[in-house]
């Protein structure tokens, strides 16, 4: 093989000098090294997918600069028959990142205006740090009704495309809530790519389809006034007691909070940045608050038997150092206790309605010590859910499964972080309102390849074909 046709996945077999001379002098990285760094995410978090996907790499990585850049990569893509996963700040947990067939990664960070700031709006590039735009926005007296935990490193076409849930969910719903997401800006991947605007209900076409069915250049969504946040931790005797003052404070009208999380106090130990600021041994409540509510807050902890013992400003946080509370929450918890733990991993659980403590009691001896319980409080289409997101130790795959189906046999419904595929992990079945859209955007199957189990049965059908199998199988 020769230099020029050299494949970092072994699955490609181009002659890479000339796929080059194509892009124009857009940016490319090539060496092996940075190529292997690039194609992987945070699915190290399951010891299955680090077992399945830490040999999966891309062939090169293209880094284009403007949104013309990007319509190019694709177009040149397309001719040379290439697979193409598209990647922000790589904070996906389940491979969604991971170039499973070789080929190209467009690194579309470079793509990053803020280009509009309206009244209940803001439009901006995909490749926007999620980080940066939320401190423009406060600037302007503005924020994102949602965003993720890793927004420092996340992009907003990344959380878009593969995200869901995060912080302001309690208060403000999922992305997918109605309104949350205005307007997608996508472009497919053909002979001369196209853009298509997804707006309204619409946008669901494309969120959460983990870039299989094209590729968000520009995105509008719904902003919310900035409230004056305090990032607040509150401590309990055991599990049970915190969980039930977090059901007490999400169901409290008079407290508004954009985070609400309960963990096991088990975490603590790994928390080791607020050693001097609460108690160990005991269980946690991780909030934020409106300012004005902080006392009905105090009220309710006190009430279950809880202590208040962290309110801090923005301004506190920052000048004292610490991480902000959110850093204690969904999987930025998970992550803090993997990276001390090895041995640790995690799963994702829905529970039943109605929310009761007694569910909480019926389970934990049942997980024994394996489990870190930990739930997020939020609401969807105006009502309350809890979910759990618990650290677990891990022994066996037998054993991790044994798990899932006690949740499962208790009437909970887990989503899979161990799969790398969409349906085997989240959607439970095919999505064939997306697929039909990757046969319209994607007519040769480039982006993110293997990320989908059903697209290699419907591929030869034609998209309104592929439409008509919704509710007819899974």
């Given amino acids: 093989m020769t230099e020029s046709s050299f494949s970092i996945s072994g699955k490609i077999k181009i002659n890479w000098q000339e796929f080059v001379a194509q892009l124009n002098g857009i940016r490319v990285m090539q060496k092996p090294a940075q190529v292997k760094k690039a194609s992987r995410d945070f699915f190290w978090y399951s010891p299955i997918l680090e077992q399945q996907l830490s040999d999966k790499f891309a062939d090169i990585v293209l880094q284009p600069q403007n949104q013309d850049e990007l319509s190019h990569c694709l177009k040149v893509a397309y001719q040379w028959d290439l697979p193409i996963v598209v990647r922000g700040g790589g904070t996906g947990n389940y491979g969604q990142a991971v170039p499973l067939e070789g080929g190209i990664i467009i690194d579309i960070t470079a793509i990053n205006q803020i280009l509009e700031i309206g009244d209940g709006f803001v439009t901006v590039e995909a490749g ?44 403000n719903g999922p992305l997918r809530e109605k309104g949350n997401i205005i307007r997608l800006k996508v472009l497919s991947v053909e002979a001369e790519p196209k853009t298509h605007n997804f707006c309204g209900d619409d946008t669901l076409l494309v969120h959460h389809a983990w ?32 969980y039930a003052a977090g059901l007490q404070v999400a169901k409290n009208a ?30 946690l409540m991780i909030t934020m608050v409106d300012a004005r509510e902080v006392a009905g807050l105090k009220k309710d902890v006190e009430a279950c038997g809880g202590v208040l013992e962290l309110i801090k400003t923005d301004a506190e946080i920052k000048a004292e150092k610490l991480p902000h509370v959110y850093e204690f929450s969904y999987n930025h918890c998970n992550l803090q206790v993997l990276k001390a733990d090895k041995a640790m991993t995690y799963l994702q659980v829905s529970f039943p309605q109605p929310l009761t403590v007694d569910k909480v009691k019926e389970l934990q001896p049942l997980l024994k010590k394996e489990v870190f319980q930990h739930h997020e409080f939020a609401t969807i289409n105006g009502e309350l859910i809890a979910f759990d997101v618990p650290a677990v130790r891990y022994t066996t795959e037998k054993r991790l499964y044994e798990i899932i189906d006690i949740y499962e046999q208790h ?18 079945k095919a999505n064939f309102i997306h697929l039909a859209w990757k046969k319209r955007l994607d007519p040769k199957g480039l982006l993110n390849p293997g990320k989908s189990m059903a697209w290699e049965r419907v591929s030869h059908l034609s998209a309104d074909e592929i439409e008509k199998l919704t509710g007819l199988e899974g």
């Avoid at 954009?258 to 108690?279: C, M, P, W």
């Avoid at 009437?411 to 161990?418: I, R």
Wanted: proline share 3%.
């Fill in 128 to 171: 926007c740090n999620i980080e940066k735009l939320n401190q423009t926005l406060k600037n302007q007296g503005y924020e994102l009704p949602v965003f993720p935990s890793t927004q420092n490193i996340a992009t907003i076409g990344g959380f878009i495309a593969g995200g869901s849930a995060g912080i302001g969910t309690m208060n």
């Fill in 211 to 242: 870039g299989i069915n094209g590729v968000i250049s520009e995105v509008t969504l719904r902003t919310v006034p900035s409230r004056d946040w305090l990032n607040c931790i509150a401590t309990f005797d055991d599990y049970v007691t915190a």
């Fill in 254 to 283: 008079k407290i508004e909070c954009k985070l609400l999380s309960v963990l096991d106090a088990r975490y603590g130990n790994y928390f080791v940045t607020l050693e001097n600021h609460i108690q160990k041994g005991r269980a």
């Fill in 411 to 428: 009437g909970c419904s887990v989503a899979d972080p161990h799969k790398y595929q969409i349906e085997a992990g989240h959607m439970h």
